[in-house]
C-alpha cells in the first residue's frame, strides 16, 4: 500500500506529462471564446466575467495586489509549477479580479476507480499540505470527492489556503475521458469551484 501511495504521489509531483513525436512539449494554446475553455476536445463552461488570459498579462494583472503579497507570491508559484510541467495549458481569470483563476491542463490518461481515486485524493492532500507549510499559510482540507459524468470518470480535491485574516478557495480536478487526462487548478476569494461546470464537462 506505501509502495502505491510513493508511486501515485510521484505522480502528482511530476505533474501530468504530454509527449509528441517522442518530444516534451510546453506551449500555452490558443482561443478565442471568453470564459469558454476548448482544450483537448473537451468545454468547460466558466461562468461569466472570466476571460482566457496569458502567463505575461497574469504576471503583469498579479503586480497591482499591493494589499495581498504572499497571496501573489502563491499565484506566481502555481503559474510556474504548471509551466515547469512541460505540457499544454491555458489560464482562465476573473476581469474583476486576479486573484480568481483557472488553469487546465494536459495530463497522461490513467484508469481511476473509487479505491484508486481516493488513495489520489490522500496523495495529493498531503502534498498540499506539505507545499502550505513551505509557503507559511494555513492549509485545511473541505473535501475530496470522486464522480463520473457520461463521459468522464473526475477527482476532485477542495481545501481553504489562510494567511492571517486572508483565505482562499481551492479545488484541483483530475477528469479522465477518452480524449485524454485533463488537469485544473481552481482558485477563488468567493467559494467557486466550478463543479457543475466540470459535471457538464462536454468531449467532442
Known sequence: MKK???LLT?????GCQYFQDGKQKSKFTNFSNKNTI?????TIMLTKGYEKTSPDQFKFRL???TDSPK???IALEELKKIEDKNVDFQLFVDEKNVENYVFIYACDFYQLDE???ATVVEALSRQLKD???VQEVRYKRIH???FFTPTSKIVKLKYLKGYKMEKKYQAEYIVASKTGGIGLLISNLENVDFENSIKRLAVK
Do not use: P, Y
Not at 476548448?38 to 473537451?42: D, L, S, W
Open 4 to 6: 502505491i501511495l510513493l
Open 10 to 14: 510521484v505522480i502528482l509531483l511530476t
Open 38 to 42: 476548448e482544450f483537448r476536445k473537451n
Open 63 to 65: 503586480d497591482s495586489l
Open 71 to 73: 497571496f501573489k507570491k
Open 115 to 117: 479505491h484508486r481515486a
Open 131 to 133: 507545499e502550505a507549510n
Open 144 to 146: 475530496g470527492r470522486f
